[in-house]
């Protein structure tokens, strides 16, 4: 009888299957990819962008099966359009994808090379180009992120943007498989300049939509934020800040929420007030110092 139960148990156990996409990749990929996709899966929410790197895995990994077999490799482009307000994680995404795509093997460096319009546009006639050219040589084997590139088509035909955007589809077509470009800026005004600019749509067919994060999602990331500090909140200072954010996301800014931004920015605001009132205290314990209460949590108008 209790040999039988053992059969059993190991039966059991060999057809179990991971219970996540997540466990699944970790169980096929090799240790270092596995180990950039724990950076990524560590992020809080980015459920987007968490499956679009799982399905690349997925790709590779049966192009591997397909080529033991003399089939045809399914050959992608990884260029992308990031949408999204401020701080919804798409400058943190972008950086993580360069090293998953390096470990990977799709991209030899893996760095992030970001930059914005100024960086692209020069004063004169053929320094928009030089620019440009040097700033996507220096993202070779990495990752090139500019950020609100429809501002590049803001000046009408004669402005030195459309140079930067003609110069950077040359070097998409010349050196397109040696970096990978990624294009973020606001959903509205993305979509206008992928729609001014048809040669765009077709060079980046991969777009990710990066959602506001809930109220929830933000106090864990206030709690992440705090963590790396060695600061924590109280519950009176969770609940106050839960409050406050509500307000703002539904009331104040609607559409224009900063999201990590503003909740960053309210945390070092809080611990410099937490600085100043421990100032008035003699004795302080590890506690104390550690801890944000509500007071240090203060709003013009709330």
Known sequence: MQNRIQVVFHRTERVRQPETLADRVRTTAPDNVAA?????????????AKKLMYEIHA???????????????????????????????????????????????????????EVERADLVGEFIGHTAQKTRDLVKKALGGVLFID??????????????KEAID???????????EFVCILAGYPEEMDAFLELNPGMPSRFPIHLTFADYSVEELLKIADSMLATKEYRLSASAREKLRQHLIRM????????????????????QAIRKQAVRLLEIQELTREDIMTLSAEDFVWPNA
């Open 249 to 268: 996301r539904q009331d104040v800014f609607e559409d224009n929420f900063s999201n990590a931004r503003y909740v960053r920015n309210a945390l070092e």
């Open 36 to 48: 950039a996709f724990a950076d990524l899966e560590g992020l809080i929410g980015l459920q987007e």
């Open 59 to 113: 790709l590779l990994r049966m192009n591997k099966e397909r080529e033991k077999h003399n089939l045809k490799l399914e050959k992608q482009v990884f260029h992308m359009v990031f949408k999204g307000n401020p701080g919804t994680g798409k400058t943190t995404v972008a950086r993580i994808f360069g090293r998953i795509f390096k470990e990977m093997g799709i991209l030899s460096k893996g760095h992030l090379i």
């Open 148 to 161: 609100e590139a429809y501002s590049l088509a803001r000046g009408g035909e004669k402005d030195f943007g």
């Open 167 to 177: 110069c950077l589809t040359k070097a998409l077509e010349d050196k397109g498989n």
